[in-house]
Nanobody, 125 residues
Framework: QVQLVESGGGLVQAGGSLRLSCAAS????????MGWFRQAPGKEREIVAA????????HYADSVKGRFTISRDNAKNTVYLQMNSLKPEDTAIYYC??????????????????WGQGTQVTVSS
């Protein structure tokens, strides 16, 4: 069992930055691939970024490449999402998720077994 708690969301102006954190409970955090997903109103949940148990390789959605960075600290049972150059279209609820670590890392919603409660990110224009 893995329990996930996200933090770091909020309201930011376009062009600004936010850093999301996801703290995991359980001693087996380091065995899991971790993903960040987002869901905007009226839209399906989509992958933002994912990272293997070791910290690499990673996957990014085309819409966030070059702006977002996913990282993890297995000693702290935490995964991060650094978001720079934020755009209004990045507005969504952001969720972290844990799933079996594979190579390449999986990016489908159904590939992840454990989910956090989500944190709201709102980017104003």
């Amino acid at each position: 069992q893995v329990q996930l708690v996200e933090s770091g969301g909020g309201l930011v102006q376009a062009g600004g930055s936010l850093r999301l954190s996801c703290a995991a409970s359980g001693r087996t955090f380091s065995r899991y691939a971790m993903g960040w997903f987002r869901q905007a109103p009226g839209k399906e949940r989509e992958i933002v970024a994912a990272i293997t148990w070791s910290g690499g390789p990673t996957h990014y959605a085309d819409s966030v490449k070059g702006r977002f960075t996913i990282s993890r600290d297995n000693a702290k049972n935490t995964v991060y999402l650094q978001m720079n150059s934020l755009k209004p279209e990045d507005t969504a609820i952001y969720y972290c998720a844990a799933g079996p670590s594979t190579a390449p890392v999986r990016i489908g919603v159904s590939s992840y077994d454990y989910w956090g409660q989500g944190t709201q990110v709102t980017v104003s224009s």
